[in-house]
């Protein structure tokens, strides 16, 4: 047996005139609560402590606002004064984070911008894991049509640059190894004393190669938090708009399709967290899942606001996957998948 107890925290809307305080305000009750009910780690989802502010054309003054400096040469982001407070709350919790954010990095003659997250380890007190989202959606260049629904994260961003990395997350499961895994330390195929985790972000969810990159990591648990259009806003209004409850099912669809078939085909558990809600007018959907590895749904957020869904899993689960239908040592036939790569 390899107990956890996780939860998503699913955020309602973050409006633009909505202040840093207040977020962190929210993010602290849901790690109260989930603190009250004894989880062991909470995941928050992409862009997590602002408004989905790609949606918005900035210029780079304005934009500077809603990236936080996740700087090595002082303390990196468990210090950065925006987020620290989320992390600190944590740590006096006993509570496991995995949060996105907008980052600022320094490179040397500049600073590199990227949609990223991290795995904030309580029992260690600190960041044992950053990821940056590799497949970012959207466009360099701005609609020009007046009222458009923009999405520029390919303008605001740079792609992620540091593959997919498993990473072990220390103390979690009751016969835990005393120590982290060292940075760059291999991670056995098969379960350790640590759990083996995972993070994807939003788009991610929808393409197979970061999810497999996982699995053949072996990976127990992928976090993924988004925000996912429901539908456009100049739909509203018009005779369209009858059809934004279809659209937004369809949108769902394809989120839960993403989760369920990849957590199945990669024998791991995913905890998938939205923010969503109507923000600025704007509507994200819900969809908040823990998905098992046999791909059924565990547990649902059914609101649209800020809600904590909780599960009991057993990250023993994921062998019979692994052992079985995808041993991927056994069955894998990497010669027959060169266009994966080549292409
Ligand atoms: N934030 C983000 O990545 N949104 C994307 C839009 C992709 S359009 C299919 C998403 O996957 O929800």
């Not at 939860?7 to 005139?17: E, K, S």
């Not at 923009?150 to 979690?172: C, I, M, T, V």
Request: hydrophobic share 35%; with cysteine; net charge negative.
């Amino acid at each position: 047996k390899r107990p956890l107890r996780v939860a998503a925290a699913q955020l309602g809307p973050i409006h633009l005139a909505d202040s840093r305080e207040s977020v962190l305000q929210r993010m602290f009750r849901l790690l109260d609560q989930a603190s009250a009910s004894r989880v062991q780690v909470v995941a928050f989802p992409e862009l997590a402590f602002t408004t989905f502010f790609p949606r918005h054309l900035m210029d780079h003054t304005e934009l500077e606002a809603y990236f936080d400096l996740d700087d090595p040469q002082n303390g990196g982001l468990r210090q950065s004064p925006g987020i620290k407070p989320l992390f600190d709350h944590a740590r006096d919790l006993g509570i496991d984070v995995y949060v996105g954010y907008a980052e600022k990095a320094p490179t040397g003659d500049g600073f590199g911008y990227y949609n990223s997250s991290v795995y904030y380890s309580a029992r260690s007190d600190r960041i044992v894991q950053k990821y940056r989202k590799v497949h970012l959606p959207g466009v360099v260049e701005p609609f020009k049509q007046p009222g458009a629904t923009q999405q520029l994260e390919k303008r605001y961003f740079s792609n992620g640059d540091l593959g997919f990395p498993a990473f072990r997350a220390p103390g979690l499961l009751p016969n835990a190894a005393k120590t982290a895994a060292g940075p760059g330390e291999a991670i056995p195929l098969e379960g350790s004393g640590d759990a083996i985790f995972g993070m994807l972000i939003c788009n991610d969810r929808r393409w197979a190669e970061g999810w497999r990159s996982y699995g053949l990591q072996g990976a127990e648990l992928v976090f993924c938090g988004y925000n996912t259009t429901a539908y456009a806003p100049q739909l509203l209004g018009t005779s369209e708009d009858i059809d934004r409850k279809t659209a937004e099912e369809e949108v769902l669809f394809h989120h839960k399709l993403s989760c369920q078939g990849n957590s199945y085909m990669n024998a791991c558990f995913s905890v998938n967290v939205a923010k969503c809600g109507l923000e600025d007018g704007h509507s994200l959907i819900s969809g908040t899942i823990i998905v098992h590895p046999n791909g059924h749904i565990l547990a649902e957020a059914s609101t649209k606001e800020d809600e904590l869904v909780i599960a009991n899993i057993d990250l023993g689960d994921c062998r019979r996957g692994k052992e079985k239908t995808f041993a991927f040592a056994k069955h894998r036939r990497p010669d027959q998948y060169r266009m994966i790569t080549d292409y």
